[in-house]
T-cell receptor
Framework: KNEVEQSPQNLTAQEGEFITINCSYS?????LHWLQQHPGGGIVSLFM???GKKKHGRLIATINIQEKHSSLHITASHPRDSAVYIC?????????????FGKGTKLSVKP | EPEVTQTPSHQVTQMGQEVILRCVPISNHLYFYWYRQILGQKVEFLVSFYNNEISEKSEIFDDQFSVERPDGSNFTLKIRSTKLEDSAMYFCASSETGFNEKLFFGSGTQLSVL
């Protein structure tokens, strides 16, 4: 079974800083999701990746299939980016919703 | 933007009671999912549902749990004879197709079993 590891577990940044959150997994996957969980608990899907790189606004997600590693970058961070960021993978051959989740990275951006 | 809606946002029940958690997926979505997150722990997959039947379920989803799409809009998770360890945040999600795409999550139902 896949092990999904995220680093760091906690991250504090100053507003404007460039942020990187890492995710590694142990077994081949067909897709990787980056999710944002707000302080109130709700989850928002940021990206779904199966290869390469995706960008949306100040967020960039990359994946290296050979190295079994993905990164989420936030440029020009802002206090409203404060949330828990979760990496989740769909194993090769698994159904779309059957995801294995990481523990999350708690990001706090200070003004 | 279309949303997945979950009700209630909070549910308190006594141990041994049955609860039904409700979800209204996005209207043109065909695939539906339930997840749970015990306080302080990872999110866990429970079940996926398509074409009025379960397409995949996890080890957690035992006979205590059932899902149903009783009409064209609702998707429910029933937990029979609740236990203390069922206390968790339960998330519903939906997607348009079963292929690699983003999932749309509801805001969750916090279930507390006393």
């Amino acid at each position: 079974k896949n092990e999904v590891e995220q680093s760091p577990q906690n991250l504090t940044a100053q507003e404007g800083e460039f942020i990187t959150i890492n995710c590694s997994y142990s077994v081949g996957i067909s897709a990787l999701h980056w999710l944002q969980q707000h302080p109130g608990g709700g989850i928002v899907s940021l990206f779904m990746l199966s290869s390469g790189k995706k960008k949306h606004g100040r967020l960039i997600a990359t994946i290296n299939i050979q190295e079994k590693h993905s990164s989420l970058h936030i440029t020009a961070s802002h206090p409203r980016d404060s949330a828990v960021y979760i990496c989740a993978v769909r194993e090769a051959g698994g159904s779309q919703g059957n995801l294995i989740f990481g523990k999350g990275t708690k990001l706090s951006v200070k003004p | 933007e279309p949303e997945v809606t979950q009700t209630p946002s909070h549910q308190v029940t006594q141990m041994g009671q049955e609860v039904i958690l409700r979800c209204v997926p996005i209207s043109n979505h065909l695939y539906f999912y339930w997840y749970r997150q015990i306080l302080g722990q990872k999110v866990e997959f429970l079940v996926s549902f398509y074409n009025n039947e379960i397409s995949e379920k996890s080890e957690i989803f035992d006979d205590q749990f059932s899902v149903e799409r009783p009409d064209g809009s609702n998707f429910t998770l029933k937990i029979r004879s609740t236990k203390l360890e069922d206390s968790a945040m339960y998330f519903c999600a939906s997607s348009e197709t079963g292929f690699n795409e983003k999932l749309f999550f509801g805001s969750g139902t916090q279930l507390s079993v006393l």
